[in-house]
């Protein structure tokens, strides 16, 4: 199992609805509203790390409002 910690920065005022969009996508476990650099936090799971690049960041690249995202793999 891949693990993957998106971190996400949105226009203002779009936080929950982004937040609410990555929690019904598939391969998203959970994704959060927080306080910080960034606005939300997400954890991503698939079968192995290019599912989750090819798949599921692919559509969460096609989310309006959101500015810009760092993600970060897990190795243990």
């Given at each position: 199992m ?7 920065n949105v226009l203002?005022g779009k936080d929950?609805?982004?937040?609410d969009t990555?929690?019904g996508i ?5 994704a959060d509203?927080v306080?910080?650099?960034?606005d939300i ?6 079968n192995?790390?290019?599912e989750i690049?090819t ?12 500015t ?9």
């Amino acid at each position: 199992m891949a693990r993957v910690y998106m971190l996400a920065n949105v226009l203002p005022g779009k936080d929950r609805d982004i937040r609410d969009t990555l929690r019904g996508i598939n391969g998203v476990v959970n994704a959060d509203v927080v306080t910080g650099q960034f606005d939300i936090i997400a954890v991503l799971e698939a079968n192995d790390i290019n599912e989750i690049f090819t798949r599921i960041l692919k559509k969460i690249r096609k989310i309006r409002g959101i500015t810009r995202t760092e993600t970060f793999i897990a190795v243990e």
